[in-house]
């Protein structure tokens, strides 16, 4: 652990803070991610056990999802349901657990989820345990991959796991308490209305459901956590900036700093712009969209280079 870690020292508590404000009895969330199948359910169960008692010590709550959308506890929640429930669990927890030892797809999956949004992740196995070198691998600097030998063994390494932690779970949850998290659903439903398209049509052109377009238009960020790409494809689908999603105010704050004057400019250099740019293409077509968006590419350029 030592050697994938950095030193607590390396996160001063900063005035204003959440651990500041709340002292060392902050409450946290951890999403405990386990196989559904395994050989030995007595010995899952004991590290459930486990994970429980370190997390009452240290002031956290555990999610197990096999308790809420297992498929031998709740079976009748439609798989949808599951996803989208599930999915918003991972995405709102401070960190996550994942009892590694068996392998399980859907563990896969919440590991990925929890990466992207940058969650302390804790990849917890049996030693001898093969494991997935994807798993193991995953991209995130707060990784712990917690090799136990025994019960005992993981009750004292899971518990400084979630000590060094703490520290870095305030640093996320400040800064998401910076962020609006509601703001990319609410630009998404204002672009989707302006162009009097439905849920379902968006839903076709990028590849979702209506049920999802629905979810990301009224749902938190953070639970939904589109990505980039996601953002990308909406963008072209509405005919819009990925800034008039995710940064309507800077967008706007571009649009008004335009004076007449460079307007005018822009004006009258279009069919020139548009002639160079078909010249240069193999095929000779370019549309009038994508000409408007190496002007306005030229035009941010040219901002910034003034300020």
Do not use: W
């Amino acid at each position: 652990m030592k050697d994938r870690m950095r030193p607590l020292d390396d996160f001063p508590i900063e005035k204003g803070s959440s651990r500041e404000r709340s002292g060392s009895n902050t409450h946290y969330t951890a999403y405990v991610a386990s196989p559904l199948t395994v050989a030995d359910e007595d010995e899952l169960e004991q590290l459930f056990e486990v994970v429980r008692k370190v997390c009452q010590e240290k002031n956290i709550e555990p999610y197990f999802p096999n308790e809420v959308t297992g498929p031998d506890s709740q079976p009748e929640i439609h798989e949808n349901e599951v996803y989208k429930i599930d999915r918003t669990k991972v995405n709102q927890s401070d960190l996550m657990v994942l009892l590694a030892s068996s392998p399980s797809f859907g563990a896969g999956q919440e590991i990925e989820i929890a990466r992207n949004a940058l969650i302390p992740i804790t990849i917890a196995y049996k030693g001898g345990s093969r494991i997935s070198r994807m798993v193991k691998g995953v991209p995130v600097e707060y990784k712990d991959l917690l090799e136990y030998a025994d019960l005992a063994d993981f009750e004292n390494k899971l518990s400084a796991t979630f000590d060094y932690y703490n520290l870095r779970i305030d640093s996320i949850r400040d800064l998401r308490r910076s962020i609006k998290s509601t703001v990319i659903g609410k630009q998404i439903r204002k672009a989707r209305e302006r162009k009097e398209m439905s849920m379902g049509t968006l839903a076709e052109k990028v590849g979702l459901t209506a049920d999802e377009i629905n979810l990301l238009e009224s749902g938190s960020t953070f639970e939904i956590n589109p990505s980039f790409m996601l953002l990308m494809t909406l963008s072209e689908a509405l005919d819009c900036d990925v800034a008039d999603i995710i940064s309507p105010s800077y967008s706007e704050s571009l649009k008004d700093s335009l004076s007449d004057k460079l307007i005018s400019v822009i004006e009258n250099i279009l069919p020139n712009i548009q002639e160079v740019v078909k010249a240069r293409s193999k095929e000779g077509k370019v549309s009038d969209k994508d000409v408007k968006k190496i002007l306005s590419r030229i035009v941010i350029d040219q901002l910034e280079s003034e300020e």
